[in-house]
């Protein structure tokens, strides 16, 4: 029994060392209005083109799960202008703005 508990041990360790990930946060908002957006499509790589994207929930939040190698993720909701955010150390983007025609920085 010991040494299942050992191994299950040694195993959690070595997953997060060797796929070590984080995970941010925020809310995607309406540029004229403030109003939270859902359905708003998060994706990590336009590369993967196959992957499938994390959607913001009805209040516009999201949870991502990140590598620690992710520089940036990008934001896509229909009518509105892609927006790519560069990740930095901080876990929390808070409030992201997305913006469509007539909305000034």
């Not at 809310?27 to 993967?48: F, H, M, R, W, Y």
């Not at 516009?60 to 560069?86: H, N, Q, R, V």
Request: with cysteine.
């Amino acid at each position: 029994m010991i040494k299942n508990l050992n191994i299950l041990i040694f195993i959690s360790l070595i997953s997060t060392c060797v796929f070590p990930n984080r995970v941010v946060s925020g809310t995607v908002i309406d540029c004229k209005t403030n109003l939270p957006i859902p359905g708003a499509e998060i994706i990590i790589s336009k590369s993967q083109l196959n992957q499938k994207p994390k959607l913001t929930d009805f209040d516009g939040y999201f949870e991502l799960d990140i590598s620690d190698t992710t520089k940036e993720i990008f934001i896509c909701y229909p009518k509105y202008k892609e927006l790519k955010i560069a990740i930095s150390d901080n876990n929390n983007l808070g409030e992201i703005t997305l913006l469509k025609r007539g909305c000034k920085k």
